[in-house]
Each structure stands twice: as structure tokens, then as C-alpha cells.
């Protein structure tokens, strides 16, 4: 059975970089078959992908063009996890934040991080 | 960037009726499309995948249909614990995480 523990803090300064972790289980971060995202859901923006990392042979990664620029997603083969970090945080990056698996569709989902954006 | 439409927002039905959800891409999206039912406080939770194969543990009572740009989540018989937010999502085109649709409510009548 897969299960994603996500952790990270729930408050940042407008700004400030957010970052959260995604602990996987019951699957490997280079596994040849899963790709590995994160998405956001707001009241104002729905659910939006954000970006991806897999291993293919070599590593890869995907962003999302509303956060290009500010928006890494890095692997942690060690820790067998998977990593944002999202730069200059603004009120409007106020949402619940989900890492999840997906291969056909997402069968996986952590159980979700609030990040509020604020002073 | 496709765009996915869903309707109705909200849906009333009664226990034990069929409720029938629908979708529409902007593009076509052959079959490569999912839909997932979402609970408050929790994350969404994949029902159907390739526009009309359950997920693994999914009742039979859901059933997705459709192909293209249209498409459609069927709850043959609701239950109680079936009341919750229905998405879908195209994962044929750009942006290759896919984008969802709006979502659709389905409350006690």
C-alpha cells in the first residue's frame, strides 16, 4: 500500500520560500513507472498542478507555467521523498498543498498541507 | 492549455437516485481523462481513470463514459457517504500534470 506523509510549516511570510516534503511509502521516488507531482487547491484557483519530478533512466522535471521560475521540485533517493520549494510567495500562493502519485490519473494523494501566506 | 468545464455545479438528489455528472473539454482528449470525489477536509480520491475504468476498490455503482470532448460520471444508486465534490481531469495535453475541472457538488436533496 502507497501512503504520501507530507510535512512542512503551515505559515509564510509574503516573500519567504515555501517548502514541504513528501515522504513516500510502499513505492520508490525512482521507481521507472510513477511520476510524482504536487498540486494546489484554492478556493480562487481550484485544483492546479504545480510540477513534477521522475526517473526515467535520468531525472526529469516539469513545472507548471504559472509558478516557472519560482517553483523547484527536487528527489531525495536517500530518504526515498520528494521535495517544493516555491520562491517569493505572495497571499495569492495561499492554498492546500498536495503531493500525489500518478500513473493513470492520481491514485495517491498525501493528506494535504494548508499553507497561508501572511505577515 | 485545455480547458475542462463541468455542469451542473451543484446536483440535489435523494438517496438511492442516479445522479449523472458531466464535463466537457475545450479540446479533444480522446480517452484520458479522470474523475475523482473529493470529501471535505480530504484529499480528492481517484475513482476513474482512461474516461470509464474504476479505480482499484471503486463500487460498481460509479461509471464514467465518453470519449473526446465530452464525458460523463454516473452514481447508479447514491449513497449516503457518495455525497461529496466530483472532478475531472483531462491528462492528454499540456500542461502534462493535466488540468481539473471546476467540480461538481452533489448534495441531499
Known amino acids: 500500500q502507497v501512503q504520501l506523509q507530507q510535512s512542512g510549516p503551515g505559515l509564510v511570510k509574503p516573500s519567504q520560500t515555501l517548502s514541504l516534503t513528501c515522504a513516500i511509502s510502499?513505492?520508490?521516488?525512482?521507481?521507472?513507472?510513477?511520476?510524482w507531482s504536487w498540486i494546489r487547491q484554492s478556493p480562487s484557483r481550484g485544483l492546479e498542478w504545480l510540477g513534477r519530478t521522475y526517473y526515467r533512466s535520468k531525472w526529469y522535471n516539469d513545472y507548471a507555467v504559472s509558478v516557472r521560475g519560482r517553483i523547484t521540485i527536487n528527489p531525495d533517493t536517500s530518504r526515498n521523498q520528494f521535495s517544493l520549494q516555491l520562491n517569493s510567495v505572495t497571499p495569492e500562493d495561499t492554498a492546500v498543498y498536495y503531493c500525489?502519485?500518478?500513473?493513470?490519473?492520481?491514485?495517491?494523494w498525501g493528506q494535504g498541507t494548508l499553507v497561508t501566506v501572511s505577515s | 492549455e485545455i480547458v475542462m468545464t463541468q455542469s451542473p455545479a451543484t446536483l440535489s438528489v435523494s438517496p438511492g437516485e442516479r445522479a449523472t455528472l458531466s464535463c466537457r473539454a475545450s479540446?479533444?482528449?480522446?480517452?484520458?481523462l479522470a474523475w475523482y470525489q473529493q470529501k471535505p477536509g480530504q484529499a480528492p480520491r481517484l475513482l476513474i481513470y482512461g474516461a470509464s475504468t474504476r479505480a482499484t476498490g471503486v463500487p460498481a455503482r460509479f461509471s464514467g463514459s465518453g470519449s473526446g470532448t465530452d464525458f460523463t460520471l454516473t452514481i447508479s444508486s447514491l449513497q449516503s457517504e457518495d455525497f461529496a465534490v466530483y472532478f475531472c481531469?483531462?491528462?492528454?495535453?499540456?500542461?502534462?500534470?493535466?488540468?481539473f475541472g471546476p467540480g461538481t457538488k452533489v448534495d441531499i436533496k
Open positions: 481531469q483531462q491528462y492528454n495535453n499540456w500542461p502534462p500534470g493535466g488540468t
Open positions: 510502499g513505492d520508490s521516488v525512482s521507481s521507472n513507472s510513477a511520476v
Open positions: 479540446q479533444g482528449l480522446s480517452s484520458n
Open positions: 500525489a502519485r500518478s500513473g493513470r490519473g492520481y491514485d495517491y
